[in-house]
C-alpha cells in the first residue's frame, strides 16, 4: 500500500473535521427548527439547507474525482475546502464575515488557493518537456498574475453587481454610500490580501521547485491508471 503524504494526511483531517463539525451543526438547527418557537423556524429551516450545501460544496470535488478517476492534488483541493469552510459555513451561516479582517483573511487563502490552481492550468496547457526548461521564478511570478487577474475579475462581478443595489464591495455604510478613499478601501484591501496570498505561496513554491522540480506535479489534474 502506497504511504500517504503529509498534505493528503492534513487533507483527510480536515475533511473529517468539516463532515463531523457541519452534521452536528446540522443536527442542531434542525432541532431548534422542530421545537423552537414558531417565528424562528423559517430561518432554522433555510440555516439547515445552506450547512448541507456548505457540506456538499466541500464534499463534491472528492465525490468527482472519485467517480472520473482523476488525481485531485491534496494541496489545492486542502485549500479549497478552507476557503469554503471559512466563506460558506462560518462566514455566510454563522455571519463570521462581521469578525474584523475576516475577509481579508479569505482573500489571503484565496490568492495562494489561485496560486495553485495556476500550477495546474500549467500542466494542462504546457508541454512537459517544455516546463522542464522554464525557470522557478517565472512560475512563480506566473502563479502571482494569475491569481491576482482572478482578483480583479471577482472584484469586476462585485462591481457590477452593486449597480443593481447590492453592496458587496462595501461602497455604503448605514445606507449611505461612501465617499472618496473610504469607498476604495474594502475593493483595494481585497486585492492586497489577494497579492499577499499569491505571492506567500510564489515565495514558497519557489524554494520547493528549486529543490525538487517534480514538486509542481503535485498540483496537477491527472487520469488515475487502472492496474
Known amino acids: 500500500m502506497q504511504k500517504s503524504s503529509f498534505s493528503e494526511r492534513c487533507l483527510n483531517i480536515f475533511l473529517l473535521f468539516v463532515v463531523i463539525s457541519m452534521v452536528l451543526s446540522f443536527g442542531l438547527t434542525v432541532k431548534d427548527a422542530l421545537l423552537g418557537p414558531t417565528a424562528d423556524q423559517g430561518a432554522a429551516w433555510f440555516l439547515a439547507l445552506e450547512i448541507i450545501l456548505g457540506l456538499v460544496i466541500v464534499l463534491i470535488p472528492k465525490w468527482a474525482a472519485k467517480r472520473?478517476?482523476?488525481?485531485?492534488?491534496?494541496?489545492l483541493y486542502l485549500f479549497f475546502a478552507l476557503f469554503i469552510?471559512?466563506?460558506?459555513?462560518l462566514g455566510t451561516v454563522y455571519h463570521f464575515?462581521?469578525?474584523?479582517?475576516?475577509?481579508?483573511?479569505?482573500h489571503l487563502l484565496s490568492g495562494a488557493l489561485l496560486g495553485g490552481f495556476a500550477f495546474s492550468a500549467f500542466g494542462a496547457l504546457v508541454p512537459e518537456d517544455a516546463i522542464a526548461k522554464i525557470s522557478p521564478f517565472f512560475i512563480g511570478m506566473y502563479s502571482v498574475a494569475f491569481a491576482v487577474f482572478c482578483g480583479v475579475l471577482w472584484e469586476f462581478y462585485e462591481f457590477t453587481c452593486d449597480s443593481f443595489g447590492m453592496n458587496l464591495q462595501r461602497y455604503m455604510q448605514a445606507g449611505r454610500p461612501l465617499v472618496g478613499r473610504a469607498a476604495?478601501?474594502?475593493?483595494?484591501?481585497?486585492?492586497?490580501?489577494d497579492f499577499i496570498g499569491a505571492l506567500i505561496f510564489a515565495v514558497v513554491a519557489y524554494l520547493?521547485?528549486?529543490?525538487?522540480?517534480?514538486?509542481?506535479?503535485?498540483f496537477f489534474f491527472k487520469r488515475i491508471e487502472q492496474k
Open 97 to 106: 464575515y462581521s469578525v474584523p479582517y475576516w475577509d481579508k483573511g479569505l
Open 85 to 89: 469552510y471559512g466563506s460558506v459555513y
Open 208 to 218: 520547493q521547485l528549486k529543490k525538487n522540480r517534480n514538486w509542481l506535479k503535485t
Open 184 to 193: 476604495l478601501m474594502d475593493t483595494m484591501g481585497d486585492l492586497f490580501a
Open 68 to 75: 472520473l478517476e482523476i488525481y485531485l492534488p491534496p494541496t
